[in-house]
């Protein structure tokens, strides 16, 4: 059984966390909250840590690991070099939702890197993640504490669910602020590349360093290019239920929606429909989920995974979804929600 050990991240108990910090001393698994989702933490330097990381959630091993640090002065330990604008964008957005990709140093071993020459690297800005990582050493290897293939976890119920028994601690710091995985910017290549949206998106990046560019894999999300950093060729966050993502107008989009539910109600499936507050009420039939309001689209993105838990657990067979092409984070709702249909969409 995993011990769980609750506690406000505003009033950490240093006592908690001087245990977790043990337990990755000793090559134990630790899953803790960021400010993006919960994440599966494992001593970075430590093989034989990261190969516990893999076998937990049922990953692939050449899906590299994100190292997680607390304080700058500890970057250099684990890369060749840091380019300039790199550094300049850590200054403007670490901590926070960001991971940046460089060639990695010796001391980082392959199985934390999934068998690249290169390490990503992020800084949380989370009380709780800053204080496990310096009390476990200061390079915590932490990929999203979900079994491989299902929605990351916003809460630490959803890291019980997929993990409880596999690890050896859970430190539940609440929910999570944000509710997508950070922003990942590659600095190996000869203009940086984004190879997942997040918080962050390409214009913010784009104001501080001059030139970036979108991972070719990401915006030809259905073609032969395969996306560059290895997890983004998954079918992630596959809900049990067959998802569509219906786009257009309002309007058009509920009658669509509306159409399509009655349709499979009549065939004897049960029907889930992904709404917002505006929508909710247009929504006579199906089992529909309120996802947040588009007055905020940061309520959007926190809530999408849980969203999608939650009709995994309620037997829906089909699901449709509303499209969020909101203003800042809308690339990175669309990308997690389009690879949770499996790409598939209805314009009209
Ligand atoms: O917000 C986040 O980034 C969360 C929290 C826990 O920090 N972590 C997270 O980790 O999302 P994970 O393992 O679920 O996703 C890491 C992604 C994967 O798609 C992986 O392929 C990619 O980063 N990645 C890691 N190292 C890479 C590398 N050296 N080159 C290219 N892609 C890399
Ligand atoms: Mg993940």
């Known amino acids: 059984k995993t011990k769980v050990i609750r506690m406000n991240p505003q009033e950490l108990d240093m006592e908690g966390i001087r245990e977790a910090g043990e337990i990755l001393r000793q090559g134990g698994l630790v899953a803790f909250p960021t400010e993006t989702v919960y994440g599966l933490g494992g001593n970075g330097l430590d093989p034989q840590a990261s190969a516990k990381i893999y076998r937990a959630k049922g990953r692939p091993s050449d899906n590299p690991l994100i190292i997680h640090i607390a304080d700058m002065e500890d970057l250099e330990k684990i890369v060749k070099e840091v380019p300039e604008s790199a550094k300049r964008l ?21 199985e934390t890197t999934g068998g690249m020459d290169t390490v990503a690297v992020r800084m949380p800005d989370h009380p709780l993640a800053q204080a496990l990582i310096r009390a476990g050493g200061g390079y915590v290897a932490a990929p999203s504490a979900n079994t491989s293939g299902r929605p990351s976890p916003t809460m630490a119920s959803h890291v019980e669910e997929d993990l409880d028994g596999k690890i050896d601690m859970i430190l539940d710091g609440g929910s999570v602020g944000i509710g997508l995985e950070s922003t990942i910017v590659d600095f190996t290549e000869e203009i940086p590349t984004i190879l997942r949206p997040g918080y962050i998106n390409q214009e913010m990046v784009r104001r501080v360093i001059g030139q970036v560019q979108m991972d070719r894999g990401l915006i030809q999300a259905d073609s032969k290019v395969k996306p560059k950093a290895p997890g983004m060729k998954y079918r992630h966050y596959a809900p049990k239920a067959d998802l569509t993502v219906v786009e257009g107008s309002p309007k058009a989009v509920q009658e669509k929606i509306c159409a399509l539910v009655e349709e499979k109600i ?83």
């Open 90 to 110: 850590a200054s403007v957005y670490w901590p926070g939702p960001l991971t940046m990709i460089f060639q990695k140093s010796d001391i980082v071993p392959y």
């Open 266 to 348: 009549r065939a004897g499936e049960k029907v889930g429909v992904i709404a917002t507050e505006e929508s909710i009420k247009a929504y006579p039939e199906g089992i529909v989920k309120c996802i947040g309001t588009r007055a905020d689209e940061e309520s959007i993105a926190r809530h999408l995974f849980a969203v999608l838990r939650e009709f995994d657990d309620c037997g829906v067979t089909y699901i449709y979804s509303e499209a969020f092409d909101t203003p800042q984070m809308g690339q990175a709702i669309m990308n997690r929600l389009m690879k949770a249909a499996g790409q598939k969409k209805i314009q009209v």
